[in-house]
T-cell receptor
């Protein structure tokens, strides 16, 4: 595709449910990033992949958050036992060098 | 750790006017990139302009230009001839330059409204 795509665009979960957010990066982009953007705030880094290797997961807020990119392309961010504080927009970005291209994000609302 | 500060939460400007958005950052790195991103209500983060720290010349991109003051750790964005489509959140961001992709560190953003 022409750009980074994310699905779903909106997700409503009940507290305690597990959710999975998908990111399709631009074809050929080696690097993939996940960011969390709380309402009224700037995005904050969660984790980074280079191909299938997760090189940095220092931004994941708890062990309920898990990300994978098994074949070095599509990535999934999974949140287990969602809490209200997980409500945010989750942005995915891919890059081949030093410019990151962002997807439209997934807005997660935890009730 | 790097930090990025945008002290103006919100600004408004009349169409065709010029507006300057401020950004300061803190880092001990010598090689880095600075970016301004635009995020309209659709949420798609769009790159507006970038600056490599080793370049003394300020970056320009059509109506957008920056004033990069490395010693002062200041990186402001000037939008000339503002257009209604410039209405959006604007984020200043920092990235270390270590020969490959690195995470972005964002400021809190500034809401710009361009009025007709």
């Amino acid at each position: 595709g022409a750009g980074v795509s994310q699905s779903p665009r909106y997700k409503v979960a009940k507290r305690g449910q597990d959710v999975a957010l998908r990111c399709d990066p631009i074809s050929g982009h080696v690097s993939l990033f996940w960011y969390q953007q709380a309402l009224g705030q700037g995005p904050e880094f969660l984790t980074y992949f280079q191909n299938e290797a997760q090189l940095d997961k220092s931004g994941l807020p708890s062990d309920r958050f898990f990300a994978e990119r098994p074949e070095g392309s599509v990535s999934t961010l999974k949140i287990q036992r969602t809490q209200q504080e997980d409500s945010a927009v989750y942005l995915c970005a891919s890059s081949i060098w030093d410019e990151q291209f962002f997807g439209p994000g997934t807005r997660l609302t935890v009730l | 750790a790097q930090t990025v500060t945008q002290s103006q939460p919100e600004m408004s400007v009349q169409e065709a006017e010029t507006v300057t958005l401020s950004c300061t950052y803190d880092t001990s790195e010598n090689n880095y990139y600075l970016f301004w991103y635009k995020q309209p209500p659709s949420r798609q983060m769009i790159l507006v302009i970038r600056q490599e720290a080793y370049k003394q010349q300020n970056a320009t991109e059509n109506r957008f230009s920056v004033n990069f003051q490395k010693a002062a750790k200041s990186f402001s964005l000037k939008i000339s001839d503002s257009q209604l489509g410039d209405t959006a959140m604007y984020f200043c961001a920092f990235m270390k330059h270590e020969g490959g992709s690195e995470k972005l560190v964002f400021g809190k953003g500034m809401k710009l409204t361009v009025n007709p």
